[in-house]
């Protein structure tokens, strides 16, 4: 079975494609067309597909568009209602609708060779289901919870010999991913982009709105839940974006982020009960990439085990619509799934940029040594992830045990001073460092930092106490664990800070060129570039 999964009507277009029960590859179109995001979610753009991606796809699984036995599509036009009866106030909101039952043509034109009769239609939530519930063996339920699809913002359901039991999909205009939306409109941020803002903003403020929100906000007895209107500027006053963040705007956050969680976990609770309490949660949806929430489901909910699609937002339905299509489960392994270099490809691209560069005997010991020395180094190794986390295959590292590198790397990102930095650690050392879900390998959960450690590792210890921590095992990511070993030896410190490897308001660094670019123009000491060095002092010395 040969499929090839395609994201496009909202944001965050993409494309995956599965050979004989093998996920091949996956990548978002931003990688490729370096567009953040691929495009805005607005009507007038649902007929942009991921064609630079999917093309990739193919030439990745060594097919051609006529090879393939099916093309999923990650939404079902046949679903649609108009807008004014869904109460969403968008008149041009048909012509996603009208784009998608055409899509047919449009990928037979961008894949030249492809039968347009190949193209199925999968629903956009079934679609996240299945990049969950599919994800892991055995039996699962599965929650859902996003802005909104075709017509609903929300699933709940089970896996069960691989089939999908939907339970119940709460109706738009009540979403929880819309109302995080408005908030983060509200705030002075790009919605449908930056709500991880908000969550790290809420961390600085009181809930104070909590009771408000508690009767506007509301689980049901049926599995769904009701989100009345808000009237945002009662709260606090709407902030534009680079004017000043006050208290309020931090308390706004907290409260609705407590109120999010609360309701999460009303929902949880509803389909444990309705799954007939199977032990294994998974999650998808824009909605499943709050970390925060993700940690008091894991915490406080009736599952043994929550597991999160690690592309859990739209980006990800294209391998979810895959999946679905397809019809078995095919555990996910990593989310290294994007492209990658030849070490002869990434020095012939070294040799262009006409760089001064070296192969030490081990490019983890000698990223361990700068970032000992306070340095910090841009991590390009393997092939890229896929979803928006960075798990040390383009990742930004640095010392943790400076209470200036959260500002530095603020800095050099070009990103507010709010944000924090997350921090990576073996996965045999994380329970003397932490506490709460492990393992962690993907950066969906906050844990809290034991109190001994907290002035030990500042930088990336959040104001409450907590950390968004990525676990590393030494069989996965063997080149990581190297490095956080040796680094463990010269400092005594066995967490060293990961963050993205991009600057404010650009996808993450994929190729190798745009590592080099972003080597050049931030004050990066290290580009470990495969098993290749650039050092920063002796790329000054060159010029001089």
């Not at 070490?343 to 560069?357: F, I, K, M, S, T």
Request: glycine share 8%; with cysteine; proline share 6%.
């Amino acid at each position: 079975m040969r499929v090839l999964g395609i994201n496009a009507i909202f944001h965050d277009p993409s494309a995956a494609v599965i050979v004989d029960g093998r996920v091949v590859a996956a990548a978002e179109e931003e990688r490729f067309s370096r567009r953040k995001h691929g495009k805005r979610p607005v009507p007038f753009a649902a007929w942009e597909l991921p064609e630079l991606s999917a093309a990739w796809c193919l030439e990745q699984a060594g097919l051609r568009p006529g090879d393939l036995d099916a093309v999923a599509y990650s939404f079902d036009p046949g679903l649609c209602r108009d807008a004014a009866e869904m109460g969403l106030d968008d008149p041009w909101d048909h012509l996603r609708a009208d784009y998608a039952r055409r899509a047919p043509q449009f990928l037979a034109t961008a894949l030249p060779g492809l039968d347009p009769e190949q193209v199925r239609f999968v629903p956009h939530h079934v679609a996240h289901a299945a990049s969950a519930g599919l994800s892991v063996p055995g039996d699962s339920a599965v929650l859902v919870l996003d802005g909104r699809g075709e017509r609903a913002s929300h699933l709940a359901g089970a896996y069960r010999d691989g089939r999908l039991d939907v339970l119940y999909g709460q109706d738009l205009p009540h979403s929880l991913g819309l109302l995080y939306e408005d908030l983060t409109r509200h705030l002075g941020f790009l919605h449908s982009s930056d709500e991880y803002k908000v969550m790290a903003l809420a961390s600085y403020g009181r809930p104070k709105y909590l009771g408000l929100l508690r009767d506007l906000v509301r689980a049901g007895d049926d599995g769904g839940f009701t989100v009345e209107r808000i009237d945002w500027d009662a709260l606090a006053k709407p902030r534009t974006d680079g004017e000043e963040m006050t208290e309020a705007h931090a308390d706004l956050a907290a409260s609705v982020q407590k109120r999010l969680e609360e309701v999460l976990l009303d929902l949880a609770r509803w389909t444990y009960q309705a799954a007939g309490g199977l032990p294994t949660l998974t999650m998808a949806g824009g909605t499943a990439l709050n970390c925060v929430a993700n940690a008091r489901i894991a915490a406080e909910g009736p599952f043994r085990r929550v597991w999160v699609q690690p592309a859990a937002g739209d980006a990800g339905t294209a391998l979810g619509a895959a999946l679905a299509v397809n019809g078995e489960h095919l555990p996910f392994t990593t989310a290294a799934l994007g492209r990658g270099w030849s070490d002869d490809e990434l020095e012939a691209e070294l040799r262009r940029a006409a760089v001064p560069y070296s192969r030490p005997a081990s490019i983890a010991a000698e990223a361990a040594g700068v970032l000992a020395r306070n340095g910090i180094v841009a991590w390009y190794q393997g092939r890229s992830e896929y979803g928006p986390r960075a798990l040390g295959h383009r990742s930004l590292l640095a010392h943790p045990g400076d209470r200036d590198t959260q500002t530095r790397m603020n800095d050099v990102k070009g990103r507010e001073q709010f944000r924090p930095i997350a921090p990576m650690v073996r996965a045999e050392r994380f329970h003397d460092i932490f506490e709460g879900v492990y393992p962690s390998p993907y950066m969906l959960f906050v844990h809290r930092v034991r109190p001994d450690w907290r002035d030990r590792i500042p930088a990336v210890t959040h104001v409450d106490g907590t950390a968004r921590v990525q676990t590393v095992h030494g069989d996965d990511e063997p080149v990581v664990a190297s490095m956080l070993t040796e680094f463990e030896r010269l400092t005594g410190l066995p967490v060293v800070v990961n963050t993205s490897l991009n600057t404010a308001g650009r996808p993450m660094v994929d190729t190798p060129r745009e590592a080099l670019e972003l080597f050049g123009s931030a004050p990066v000491d290290l580009l470990a570039l495969g098993p290749f060095a650039v050092h920063r002092a002796q790329t000054h010395r060159s010029v001089e």
